[in-house]
């Protein structure tokens, strides 16, 4: 898979190291990608033993500098989501109108990203009762 570039490289390493983890179900756009290190798994202690992370402006160049690099983990992508389905509760989903910026395991980016209709879509009653089908770009789309 081809991965998305990120919204704007300049920015690449501008953005606040804690961020939510996952969750929201939908992505507008990639900020950058990240390789956390670990000095306990054999990474070079860079901050008195804590974890730390390099940022990337492609996915290419961080799974590079991850494959190169003892204690790296595998790329995870820092997200925007302009809008997410939140499941606080397993089953119950809530739309929610607010940005926020999460950590995805870079697997996630294979699903479409959100456009005007994926929302909409699964909220409306004609839902597949799978509604992930729509998030994972695989059922009808209401304009279709």
């Known amino acids: 898979m081809r991965y ?6 300049s920015k690449v390493g501008m953005y606040p190291a804690l961020a939510k983890s996952g969750g929201g ?23 008195q033993g804590n974890d730390y992370y390099f940022p990337f402006a492609s996915y290419e160049e961080a799974l590079a500098f991850s494959d190169a690099t003892a204690g790296a983990e595998k790329p995870i992508a820092l997200v925007l989501q302009r809008e997410f389905i939140d499941e606080s509760e ?21 699903r479409p990203r959100r456009d005007h209709r994926t929302i909409p879509d699964f909220f409306s009653p004609p839902a597949p ?7 994972r770009g695989l059922a009808p789309r209401g304009d279709a």
């Open 25 to 47: 179900y939908v992505w507008d756009e990639v900020l950058e990608y990240r390789v956390w290190c670990h000095p306990e798994r054999g990474a070079t202690d860079l901050d």
């Open 4 to 9: 998305p570039a990120v919204l704007d490289p």
């Open 129 to 135: 009762s799978n509604r992930l089908e729509i998030i």
């Open 90 to 110: 397993p089953g119950v989903f809530v739309h929610v109108v607010r940005e926020r910026v999460a950590e995805w395991a870079v697997s996630f980016l294979s």
